[in-house]
């Protein structure tokens, strides 16, 4: 929606540039910032794309890793509490 809005400014060429979907296609990262951090498009877009890839694998586990730490603090089960 934003790069719809405001395709030539320069913060949201950074955070992502999009295809425009033609014939009903939903249009699709292709750049910047989201691009990274959306899922390849199957096992070739791993394959042809490895940097994305890697990224976005990064990306996925430090999300889940911060997650389930921030989870574990707030519901009490932290190994301080558990002793307590």
Not at 33 to 55: C, N, Q
Not at 61 to 67: I, V
Not at 76 to 83: E, F, L, P, Q
Request: overall charge positive; glycine content about 12%; some cysteine.
């Amino acid at each position: 929606m934003l790069y719809r809005q405001f395709r030539g400014n320069i913060i949201i060429s950074i955070i992502g540039k999009w295809s425009d979907g033609y014939d009903g296609s939903p249009s699709r990262p292709i750049g910047g910032l989201v691009y990274y951090i959306s899922p390849p498009m199957g096992i070739t877009g791993f394959i042809s794309d490895p940097i994305h890839a890697v990224a976005y694998i990064v990306f996925i586990l430090g999300t889940c890793a911060l997650f389930s730490k921030t989870w574990i603090e707030v519901s009490g089960s932290s190994v301080r509490d558990v002793a307590k």
